[in-house]
């Protein structure tokens, strides 16, 4: 992959000649700003970076942006980059998808990209509905939504994707916002310099029909104390003075009180984003209260973050490997095969 260090691009050489055709007030724009914002800390050129997609709003992403992209099928964007990383492992791979699009038809092709570790970038929308096809429940609705395909509620219960991606041993775990931009750029960056899939759950609000489902993490009266900013080797505080924290009671996090005096800095809980136990207990933080205790702020920022080989480097030693004991591969000749038959 090459350096561009002659002439640095800009943000506005990411931005392609189409009108952006989101509804107005939707999250999207504020995720595509922070992304051709960062696209340039890269130093590629844009023939080097891919986008791909499947279906839904987020997935018009790869025309707006001014490098090479496609509009894939439902779910199956995964695979698409999957096999594009393969053939050409130099490319800077992204994935553009929803929680719909990854997480329901898609699932299963997005567990396999975490668990094989290419090198490549996961952004998943979530907007807690299905706003293309206007505001069904997504595996992502709370419990007891009600939509257009849930008039009495949903009865399902939702996926939590940072949970799954845990599962699925991905090696880069992150959750950010549309409405924080300085903080999405933050974690943009840490994504794109990580080795490996790196998975990042943005919220996004659908201002049509889902209107306001983060509001308590994003409007400035609630958001200090409904949310916590994860930052590794620093305690976990929150609160519109600093006045709140987590510690572990155990193996389960609790809220306490700094300006009490009961507790202290020295008390909380330090994140880790190299622990997987502590890690998975952040992602678990939803704002359900335990009975008898405060509710839990949700976590944002990189929960999770490890190193292991890559799929494609793998696969390019092994071709390597078959190389040298064998020779180079005779096309002719494996069609062909070694078992013939004669015809009398």
């Known amino acids: 992959m090459s350096t561009n260090t002659e002439n640095k691009l800009t943000a506005k050489d990411f931005s392609s000649d189409q009108d952006v055709r989101w509804c107005p007030g939707c999250g999207d724009y504020s995720i595509l700003k922070q992304v051709q914002t960062i696209l340039p800390e890269l130093g ?19 025309y707006y942006l001014n490098t090479f992209g496609m509009h894939s099928i439902h779910g199956r964007a995964p695979s698409i980059a999957s096999g594009l990383k393969v053939a050409n492992p130099n490319l800077s791979v992204w994935v553009i998808t929803g929680d719909g699009d990854a ?37 992502t609705s709370p419990e007891g939504k009600v939509t257009k395909s849930t008039p009495m509620g949903s009865v399902d219960h939702p996926f939590n994707p940072l949970a799954l991606a845990a599962g699925a041993d991905s090696t880069f775990i992150a959750r950010a916002m549309d409405r924080d931009p300085v903080h999405l750029r933050e974690i943009l960056l840490e994504a794109s310099r990580h080795k490996g899939t790196s998975l990042l759950e943005i919220y996004q609000n659908c201002n049509v ?12 009266q609630s958001k200090a104390d409904n949310t916590i900013f994860l930052e590794h080797g620093k305690p976990c505080v929150y609160g519109k003075d600093g006045n709140k924290g987590l510690k572990l009671d155990g193996a389960q996090p609790v809220v306490v009180d700094l300006s009490s005096g009961d507790n202290s800095l020295e008390d909380l809980w330090v994140h880790d984003k190299y622990d997987r136990f502590k890690s998975g207990v952040l992602m678990r933080c939803f704002d359900t209260p335990m009975p008898d205790r405060e509710s839990l702020p949700r976590p944002f920022g990189v929960f999770y973050q490890e190193d292991r080989p890559c799929y494609e480097d793998l696969l390019q030693e092994q071709i390597q490997v078959s190389v040298q004991r064998k020779g180079q591969g005779d096309l002719d000749k494996l069609l062909k095969g070694t078992n013939t038959w004669e015809i009398a």
């Open 209 to 220: 029909f889902n209107d306001g489902a983060f509001s308590p993490f994003t409007d400035k």
């Open 103 to 139: 997480l329901s038809i898609g699932g299963n092709h997005l567990i396999h990209l975490l668990r094989r570790n290419f090198d490549m970038n996961v952004l998943l929308f979530n907007n807690e509905i299905y706003g293309l096809t206007k505001g069904q429940y997504s595996p």
């Open 44 to 62: 590629l050129k844009r023939e080097e970076i891919v986008f791909i997609s499947g279906i839904g709003c987020s997935s018009r992403f790869p």
